[in-house]
């Protein structure tokens, strides 16, 4: 039997032979494609012809990773910070001359205009996706294309942990307490709201500025001579991103 396509791109062999159930198997040969590329098989045996018709289309996106050092896939990023190393896989390699995938996000943040593929490759050449300040949890969704491949929820900087330099001090001495970030002050700094639960024995600045580009930064807790033994509560942090620390303030012997 002899075998012919009609598309360069679908190879097949000239010709192939029967077995004793007179059935003649082969696997053509498919190259990847640019774009929708109609082709046909023709098998032929004496004056009789067989066709099939299909197209090749190109490859799509099929998925999307990113491998960031020090990231945990799925995690969510804190607004302003990057995710690096990211990538888009193709459910089939892509053709001669490589592919140019367009990208584009919606949320807070942005990707490059486009990614390429080499020539025979199924996965990009690795991209950043840089996010946004938020000021709440946000979601940032990546297209390739027309296809939604993914994204991240975006969550604000806030105070991850408040620290004091001793738990239990002598009345009328001074405190250095400090804060931590979940991520890098925004340009500007990141102002944070503190507060004392009695001010009587306990006092703290209303707010401490964070410089931008820092996680931490430092403020003092004056204390003051108290008749008995009293538990103040330190407050860092706004509604519903709160971090306490307990001092215990001594009375005088």
């Given at each position: 039997m002899s075998v012919s396509s009609s598309s360069p791109g679908v190879i097949v062999p000239p010709t192939v032979t029967a077995d004793a159930m007179s059935r003649g198997i082969f696997l053509p040969e498919i190259q990847p494609v640019l774009v929708d590329t109609p082709a046909t098989i023709t098998?032929?045996?004496?004056s009789v012809s067989r066709s099939v018709n299909f197209v090749v289309i190109?490859?799509?996106?099929?998925?999307?990773?990113c491998t960031s050092p020090g990231r945990t896939p799925g995690s969510p990023v804190i607004g302003g910070d990057s995710v690096t190393n990211c990538k888009l896989?193709?459910?089939?390699?892509?053709?001669?001359?490589?592919?140019?995938?367009p990208l584009f996000s919606t949320g807070p943040g942005s990707v490059p205009s486009s990614v390429n593929v080499s020539a025979g490759q199924l996965e990009s050449e690795p991209f950043s996706v840089a996010t946004t300040q938020v000021t709440s949890r946000s979601q940032l969704s990546i297209f390739a294309g027309s296809a939604n491949v993914g994204g991240f929820t975006v969550i604000p900087v806030a105070v991850a942990n408040l620290l004091l330099s001793t738990q239990t001090v002598p009345g009328g001495t001074i405190v250095t307490a400090s804060i931590i970030l979940n991520g890098d002050a925004p340009p500007g700094g990141f102002s944070v709201p503190l507060s004392s639960g009695n001010i009587s024995a306990a006092t703290v600045p209303p707010t401490i500025l964070v410089p931008a580009?820092?996680?931490t930064g430092s403020f003092p807790i004056t204390t003051s001579v108290v008749q008995n033994d009293t538990t103040v509560t330190i407050t860092a942090g706004a509604i519903g991103a709160t971090r306490t620390a307990p001092l215990v303030v001594r009375a005088g012997s």
């Open positions: 098998v032929t045996t004496g190109p490859p799509t996106v099929s998925a999307m990773s896989t193709l459910n089939g390699p892509a053709a001669d001359g490589g592919m140019s995938i580009g820092q996680t």
